[in-house]
């Protein structure tokens, strides 16, 4: 099993930046080479591709509407990946997980079924 836990979300003004963090722990994780992703969901809405980054850190992936303003990162050592959001906007509004994946084909994984493992998630806030 593997617990996920995200932190740092909040209330920012639009333009503004925040950084979330995940932090993996679980008997699993030994030995273990998993990407990790990060999603998003607002209020009626679909949960939403955000970005994903493979085990190195040398691959990332990101959904359209992020691309440019939000970059991936993770701390192999720490267990933790960290999702780092510029130039936020009220439409970045949503709960945020993180995710990782043990069990999928090989590549990066861009939808919810690619990913075995999830967080609750965080509040991210953007006001106008």
């Known amino acids: 099993q593997v617990q996920l836990v995200e932190s740092g979300g909040g209330l920012v003004q639009a333009g503004g930046s925040l950084r979330l963090t995940c932090v993996a722990s679980g008997r699993l994780l030994v030995g273990s080479r998993y990407p990790m992703g990060w999603f998003r969901q607002a209020p009626g809405k679909e949960r939403e591709f955000v970005g994903t980054i493979d085990w190195s850190g040398g691959n990332t992936v990101y959904g359209d509407s992020v691309k440019g303003r939000f970059t991936i990162s993770r701390d192999n050592a720490k267990n933790t990946a960290y999702l780092q959001m510029n130039s936020l906007k009220p439409e970045d509004t949503a709960v945020y997980h993180c995710?990782?994946?043990?069990?999928?084909?090989?590549?990066?994984?861009?939808?919810?079924?690619?990913?075995?493992?999830w967080g609750q998630g965080t509040q991210v806030t953007v006001s106008s």
């Open positions: 995710a990782a994946a043990f069990y999928a084909p090989s590549g990066l994984q861009t939808t919810t079924r690619g990913y075995d493992y």
